[in-house]
């Protein structure tokens, strides 16, 4: 799957340039959308670290050739090893395939390494198995980011992935309440499928194309105005920023959780709490600035 592209994947993705350069190879990942366990098990909800269009230029970036995103659906789900490994033959003209070391394809995973490994002296290419990577917590998995997410450790989460969580959406309005108590926020419609981490309160570094700013972000249901609301919204206080963002992409990278969502007894409250919100988010991006010059 290559869901977040993190630095297991990296390293497959590294191993695999490096065999491949000396013979003169073009590098090719493939990967699927949806996900098998949408196909197979009917798991709903915001399962996705990474989209296609998101998976794809984050493997580009890596700098391989090429990306493949293949529909995942109940005829690939059926399809054997051998007849998937034949077709990869076929048309990509495979002369090696790179895969970690608990790596399977093919209908039920029969395709497991020793069966992978006959099937290339058969068809004649080469199968390069690449070490997995291990912290504190073991081996690197996309399951195990999710989980980080979920429980609002994005911090760690960056550490496995090798660069900040993001997630992106489109500012749309809202109900101007933040604009009233001095503290206008941008809306975010998040894609459906794309897992948003915990309910709570977070400093992010928001994007719009090749500009930056510092960001306190609130991810909930809004307790102090919405009551036992349970729709989870998304909204970004862009730290110095003057200007209209409605309608265009935003993109906020998760630096450090701050705090939990909390359902204050007045506004005032609230807005004292939103101060110290956003000078401890400006205090983290001025400690970063410190560290990194």
């Given at each position: ?17 490096e065999v ?51 529909p995942f ?88 992935l090798g ?131």
């Amino acid at each position: 799957m290559f869901d977040g592209v993190h630095l297991g994947h990296q390293a497959i993705i590294q191993r695999m340039l490096e065999v491949s350069r000396p013979r003169h190879l073009s590098t090719l990942v493939i990967t699927f959308h949806p996900h098998p366990a949408v196909v197979l098990r009917g798991k709903t909800g915001t399962i996705y670290l990474t989209l296609p269009e998101e998976r794809v230029q984050l493997l580009g970036e890596l700098g391989v050739d090429g990306v493949f995103v293949l529909p995942f659906d109940q005829d690939m789900a059926a399809t054997s090893a051998r007849d998937f490994v034949a077709r990869l033959k076929k048309h990509l003209r495979m002369k090696m395939l790179c895969v970690g070391p608990d790596f399977a394809l093919g209908r039920g995973r029969e395709g497991n390494l020793p069966v992978l490994r006959q099937l290339g002296a058969e068809m004649a290419f080469d199968v390069q198995v690449i070490d997995s990577i291990r912290f504190s917590e073991g081996v690197i998995s996309s399951s195990q980011i999710r989980a980080l997410l979920e429980a609002g450790n994005v911090s760690r989460a960056a550490a496995l992935l090798g660069r900040p969580y993001r997630l992106s959406g489109e500012v749309i309005p809202g109900d101007q309440r933040g604009r009233t108590i001095g503290f206008p926020t941008a809306n975010l419609r998040i894609p459906e499928g794309k897992l948003v981490p915990a309910n709570g309160v977070y400093a992010c570094r928001a994007r719009l194309g090749e500009a930056a700013w510092a960001a306190a972000i609130n991810i909930g249901v809004r307790p102090t105005f919405d009551g036992q609301g349970n729709a989870v919204h998304v909204e970004a206080y862009l730290l110095d920023f003057k200007g209209n963002l409605y309608g265009q992409e935003l993109m906020l990278e998760f630096i450090e959780y701050l705090r939990g969502e909390v359902r204050f007894p007045s506004i005032q409250a609230l807005v004292e709490q939103i101060r110290l919100d956003v000078e401890s988010t400006r205090r983290i991006f001025e400690n970063q600035a410190e560290r990194s010059g």
